[in-house]
Each structure stands twice: as structure tokens, then as C-alpha cells.
């Protein structure tokens, strides 16, 4: 609340707190339209993957969607403030740094706190994690559902911190168009203005206009709540997806442990983001007629009553953590003990029908399938190995003849490149479920930053694709359908090589030693001159991947489709090349 007072002209506030190791930082919101709201529908854009490169899905590559006008204004705080040195300066102290904000002022510090994470995503495993929280009163949405999902493979979902009270409206504004909140929200934008006068908000509160504003909103957010409840009740209906074809539904959700101010001093915390968009509609419900006529100035009262609201909370300590949600009490009149009591009288006093309580229901069930979907993989791991080690010995033999295992499986000469291509159908199969899986979101949000699965996943790719390489050029399907890099290339392929380079740190591509056959296949029936640069990088990676050890010898085996072509090539250029000191003239 105080960095709302050096608003316009001072960003944030940089603070210590006595007697701890914490240093805040707390950002002022807006109240400029174009602070809020870019010229779409919702508002929203692409992210800045240069800024924020762990925001997007990485099998699929599905880049995040943000608010444009917050994203616009956290990059010119970056550019033009001491930002990034003064949290650069706290960090290496190994202070605790906070990023706080309230209302707008909530969604520059979690872009802020993001970009520190990413920030430190580059240092050794772990540095520094620990010492970074976001805390956030009255929050508007930020994003879209790639947010929650990459926060939560990333690890980071648990330092973003956002409390809401019952009734604030802020919170739930952006799951509505602009198109039917922009006069409402110019004339009641006054109330949610901490440094307006009381008398004028009080006046505003009072107006039709706060309360259309509510309903407006609401309205929209029965809608955005209601077919992710479809969607998570496993609704097949045509007609769902019709309707969400036609009717253009806002794509913010949340993200990190809500906390739900009930408004008589109890805490009701929720980390699934799925349960958090339900609360979001149902937590602010009319249950009278008498409510209907104060909800509208209650709506925007709450945005402004954090401060005493969070001293009154915090010092009853009555806190219930909505961990177990397929237990959730679906009536409020049953007679209950213990801890279930406890959670019961919570969700009464967010005012939850049976209706609200199914929708929590069904997203712990959701929850429980993803986690019960990735124990019926891991049963597949053994398969996968067994596959892997049959294809190894498969290539050793090959390695014994001299022929390497590219060659011979393209040939398909011999009973052993038959059982390994059995092999390699069988390991299809399995992986193309994991990934059909991931592209669902079937699986949890975690799956994909699983060290195991990333090394085995490689392991598969690095091992298996040179064969899918092998099949594709050996049934001439190069001809008809295109390049195998370009239009053939499975998505068991794509994904697992993203994953690696994602854990790696590393750009798109610079994992892509699998590929080496297919650009040879394709190089080599092209005159050297109209690919002569081609030809140039594929030598440079091949050298590096030689010398990792990720390309074998039998590259360079007399009768390799590599050493046929490579011989081919102008003598000026075997002359300069390094591969001459690997191939007999």
C-alpha cells in the first residue's frame, strides 16, 4: 500500500525489514487504462521466451500467453529502474528477497520474481532458490494455463504466494472480455484507486455501476468455470466444443497457492490451479437478496481492505489447507469431526454449494488420474530398457561385421534387422502413448523435468531414431512425402529432444545428433554446390558429436551410405575437411 502512494513516478519500493534477512520489494499498480488492457479481447500476446524462456510447454513447444500491457510495463521497470542491480545486490548477500504488489501492482511482481527465477535457473542446480518469495493482494490474472503447468514442471509454483478476498472483483476481472467491461470499468476505476478519497469511492461504491461491473464479470466467470468443470468431469458432448469454438472464452488461469480470505478471519490455502479457478467464481456467490444489494460496493470495498483484513487473519492463525480434495464434504449440514469438520466449516464460510463442492471434487480426481496415468508408464520402464539393450546388441554385431546398424537395418539383409525393427515398433508404440499423454495434459505438470524420463527419453531418440531414419529412406518415402526432418519426423522424437534441451540449457536444435542420417540422406543427392554450406555445418556438428562420443565409427565404415557419398564430394573440399583423416581415399 505504500508503494501506491509514490505512484505514478516511483515503480516499486526497495525495503529491508528490521531485524530479519528479508529485503521487499513492492511494485504500485496503475490505474492508466492502457496499464491494464492492450487493444484484444483478453489483452493477451506471446511471452518474451528471450525474457522468460521456461514459459511454454516444452514437448509440445506452446509458448505462454500474457497480459501485453503488464508484460509492457514490467519490461520498461527492467529498462529504465535499478531493478535488476539492486535484487542482483540482495541476492549474493543471500537475503530473502520479496516481491509484493497489490492489485496491477501484484502482476509486475510475479513477472518480477519470474524473471529472477530464470535468472537463477542459469547458476548451479539450485542457488539460490530458496531465498526468493511473491507474495500478491488482490492479484488480476497474469496468464494463461501454460504458466501453471511450466511452473509446476519447473518447481517454482510453490514461491508465488497470492491472497484473494471473498468478494474482490480484481481477481476475477480479467476472465471477462473488454469489450463488455470498458465504460463499467472507466467509471468504477476510481474505487479501486487506494490514493482516491474516501467520499469518492464511497460515492462510486454506491452507483449501478459497480455493481454491473460485478455481474459482468461473474457472468463471464460461470462461463470460463463451468466448461473447465466440463472438462475435468470428462464431458464428451459435441456441443461443448462447439460452443467454446464460437463463444471466445478468456484464456487467464491461475497459477501458485491461493490463499481465500473468508472475511471472519480465516485462511482457506489451495495449490491446485484447477480448484483455484473454481473458487474464483463460486467463493463469491450471493446466497440472499440482501447481498445482492451491497455486493457491487463490496466487490470493490474488498480490493482495498487487505492490510486489516491480513492483521486480523494472521493473528487467529485459523488456516485450512484444501490438500485432500476428493474428501470434500459435498453437504454443509453433515455432522462431521476433526479435520474434515474443519474444512467443511471453511468451505461454508466461502459459501460453497454442492455444485462448487463437485467442481473441487473433480478437480482432485483429475489430479489423482494424472498421477494414477504416470504409475502406468513407469511400468513401461522396464519394457523400454529391455527394447534399448536388444537394439545395443543389435548394433554391436553390426559393429563386428563392419556394416554399421544404419546401413544393415536399411538393407534388412538378415533375421537381426527384422527383430530389431520389432524392437523399434514396439518402443513406438509405447512412446507415442507417453506423448499423445503430454499433449493432453494427461500426465502431471512435473513429467516432463523428471531427470529419468529425460535421460531415458534421449537414450531412446539417440539409439532408436537413426532406424526410423533407416525405414523412411529405405521405402523411398522421401519421394512422396518430403523431407523426413520436415514432414515425416515423429513427435517421439521432437519431444524427447526438446526435453533434453530445455534440461540443458541449451537453443532449439543444439541437440540433434539423432537427425545426422536423415541430413546425410538428403544432402546427398543434391549437386555440393547449391548445399555446399550445409554440407560445411553438418561436418562442424558431426565433429563435435564424434568427439562426445554421440556418433560412432561406423559413420565411417568403408561401405557406410556417409563414406559412399562423402567420396563424392569435390577434391578441393576433402582437402580442407576433417573427415579425410577418418576415410581411406
Not at 527419453?457 to 518415402?477: M, S, W
Amino acid at each position: 500500500m505504500e508503494a501506491h502512494k509514490l505512484s505514478p513516478g516511483i515503480p516499486y519500493i526497495y525495503k529491508k525489514i528490521d531485524r530479519s534477512t528479508d529485503v521487499v520489494f513492492a511494485f504500485a499498480g496503475t490505474l492508466s487504462f492502457d496499464g491494464w488492457y492492450s487493444n484484444t479481447s483478453f489483452g493477451e500476446t506471446e511471452i518474451n521466451t528471450t525474457l522468460f524462456p521456461s514459459l511454454r510447454s516444452v514437448g509440445t513447444d506452446e509458448v505462454a500467453k500474457v497480459n501485453e500491457a503488464f508484460a509492457r510495463r514490467f519490461q520498461d521497470i527492467l529498462d529504465k529502474s535499478s531493478l535488476k542491480k539492486e535484487v542482483e545486490t540482495a541476492m549474493s548477500k543471500g537475503r530473502q528477497v520479496v516481491f509484493a504488489g497489490h492489485s496491477s501492482g501484484g502482476a509486475i511482481a510475479i513477472l518480477a520474481a519470474l524473471w529472477c527465477l530464470e535468472c537463477c535457473r542459469t547458476r548451479p542446480e539450485g542457488d539460490m532458490l530458496v531465498h526468493l518469495y511473491c507474495m500478491t493482494f488482490g492479484s488480476p490474472l497474469v496468464g494463461n494455463k501454460i504458466w501453471s503447468h511450466a511452473l509446476r514442471r519447473e518447481n517454482w509454483a510453490r514461491y508465488f504466494i497470492h491472497f484473494v478476498m471473498k468478494y474482490d472483483i480484481v481477481p476475477r476481472m480479467m476472465l471477462a472480455p473488454l469489450s463488455s467491461i470498458q465504460e463499467l470499468l472507466q467509471a468504477i476505476s476510481p474505487f479501486i484507486n487506494p490514493k482516491s478519497q474516501y467520499s469518492q469511492r464511497d460515492a462510486v461504491a454506491r452507483s449501478s455501476n459497480a455493481l454491473n461491473f460485478f455481474m459482468t464479470v461473474m457472468r463471464n466467470a460461470s462461463s470460463v468455470a463451468s466448461y473447465a468443470a466440463c472438462n475435468l468431469k470428462g464431458c464428451t458432448n459435441l456441443l461443448l466444443e462447439t460452443v467454446s469454438n464460437i463463444v471466445q472464452l478468456s484464456p487467464y488461469r491461475p497459477f501458485g497457492t491461493y490463499i481465500f480470505c473468508t472475511g471472519n478471519r480465516k485462511l482457506v490455502v489451495v495449490e491446485n490451479p484447477d480448484a483455484v479457478l473454481q473458487l474464483l467464481f463460486y467463493s463469491s456467490q450471493l446466497s440472499s437478496e440482501a447481498e445482492a444489494a451491497v455486493v457491487g460496493a463490496r466487490s470493490l470495498n474488498d480490493h482495498l481492505l487487505y492490510k486489516n483484513e491480513m492483521q486480523d487473519s494472521l493473528e487467529m492463525q485459523d488456516v485450512v489447507h484444501l490438500n485432500n480434495l476428493t474428501d470434500i464434504p459435498l453437504s454443509s449440514n453433515v455432522d462431521l469431526r476433526g479435520e474434515v469438520a474443519s474444512m467443511n466449516s471453511a468451505l461454508n464460510d466461502l459459501g460453497l454449494s454442492t455444485r462448487a463442492r463437485l467442481c473441487l471434487r473433480a478437480a482432485g480426481e483429475w489430479e489423482k488420474q494424472k498421477k494414477k496415468n504416470e504409475e502406468k508408464i513407469e511400468q513401461n520402464k522396464s519394457s523400454i530398457r529391455d527394447a534399448l539393450s536388444k537394439i545395443q546388441e543389435y548394433q554391436t554385431k553390426c559393429d563386428i561385421r563392419k556394416v554399421g546398424y544404419y546401413d544393415a537395418f536399411k538393407i534388412q539383409n538378415t533375421e537381426d534387422d527384422f527383430k530389431a525393427n520389432v524392437k523399434r515398433l514396439e518402443l513406438a508404440g509405447i512412446w507415442d502413448e507417453i506423448i499423445e499423454m503430454l499433449k493432453r495434459y494427461e500426465l502431471p505438470d512435473s513429467f516432463e523435468g523428471r531427470r529419468d524420463w529425460i535421460e531415458l527419453g534421449t537414450q531412446f531418440r539417440r539409439q532408436v531414431e537413426p532406424l526410423d531414419i533407416a525405414n523412411y529412406y529405405r521405402h523411398l518415402k522421401n519421394e512422396d512425402t518430403g523431407p523426413y526432418l520436415i514432414r515425416a519426423r515423429p513427435k517421439r522424437y521432437r519431444f524427447t529432444q526438446r526435453w533434453l534441451e530445455h534440461f540443458d540449457k541449451v537453443q532449439a536444435g543444439a541437440r540433434s545428433e539423432s537427425c545426422f542420417w536423415a541430413e546425410v540422406e538428403e544432402l546427398r543427392n543434391k549437386l555440393f554446390a547449391q548445399v555446399q554450406d550445409r554440407v560445411l555445418s553438418l561436418e562442424t556438428a558431426a565433429n563435435i558429436w564424434i568427439q562426445s562420443s554421440l556418433l560412432g565409427d561406423d559413420v565411417f565404415f568403408p561401405e557406410s551410405t556417409y563414406t559412399k557419398w562423402w567420396k563424392t564430394l569435390p577434391p578441393q573440399h576433402k582437402q580442407t575437411s576433417w573427415v579425410s583423416e577418418k576415410i581411406t581415399p
